[in-house]
């Protein structure tokens, strides 16, 4: 099982600022099979980033993604209030694993 | 306009058995592997089970392996979850998820989400 760390847990700031989020893997993610996904309180969770970089139908360009191997990263280049909720990634390359999520909080 | 809405979720006690459904509508049902994902209280995503488009090919994790039945009823539009033998740590919204159409039964990201199904394990 490839097993997905996501670092770090919270992550505290402003709007308007920029937001990294990392998801390391246990073992090399083929192919790129890796994808991002954002959930807001009380919601399920949406399709951010497929295949590592792709964004998803409407996801704005403020999101990106990258990495490949066993590194990967989302990034948000400049936070908007409605950003503020928990972030996942998932594996598809072997079954299908989820990372345990990192929250971005307001400061 | 893709819609997952599951039913079936309710309070059971432990070795209980639940059968979850989810009806699907917006998109051609049979094209996609659908597949169960639950989230326990305060906790994060955990991949339960999926089958394929056709329902010839079902996959599950080791968690649920021999008391979970993943099922689809393709004239309905509908899919299931079968669990049998529940146990407290059971307890999680269920959320029915697809995949993008014609991905057979190749892992794959999940492409929307239904709002899940709270099932709670307990005496």
């Known amino acids: 099982e490839i097993v997905l760390t996501q670092s770090p847990g919270t992550l505290s700031l402003s709007p308007g600022e920029r937001a990294t989020l990392f998801c390391r893997a246990s073992?090399?993610?083929?192919?790129?099979?890796l994808a991002w996904y954002q959930q807001k309180p009380g919601q399920a969770p949406s399709l951010l980033i497929y295949g590592a970089s792709s964004r998803a139908t409407g996801i704005p360009d403020r999101f990106s993604g990258s990495g490949s191997g066993t590194d990967f990263t989302l990034t948000i280049s400049r936070l908007e209030p409605e950003d503020f909720a928990v972030y996942y990634c998932q594996q598809y390359a072997n079954s299908r694993t989820f990372g345990q999520g990192t929250k971005v909080e307001i400061k | 306009e893709f819609q997952l809405l599951e039913s079936g979720g309710g309070l059971v006690p432990p070795g209980g058995s639940l059968r979850l459904s989810c009806a699907a509508s917006g998109f051609t049902f049979g094209s996609s592997a659908m597949s169960w994902v639950r989230q326990a209280p305060g906790t994060g995503l955990e991949w339960v089970s999926t089958?394929?488009?056709?329902?010839?090919?079902?996959f599950y994790a080791d968690s649920v392996e021999g008391r979970f039945t993943i099922s689809r009823d393709n004239s309905r539009n509908t899919l299931y979850l079968q669990m049998n033998s529940l146990r407290p740590e059971d307890t999680a919204v269920y959320y029915c998820?697809?995949?993008?159409?014609?991905?057979?039964?190749?892992?794959?990201?999940?492409?929307?989400w239904g709002q899940g199904t709270l099932v709670t394990v307990s005496s």
């Open positions: 089958i394929s488009g056709r329902g010839g090919s079902s």
């Open positions: 998820a697809k995949d993008p159409p014609g991905q057979g039964a190749t892992p794959y990201f999940f492409d929307f």
């Open positions: 073992q090399r993610v083929s192919s790129g099979f």
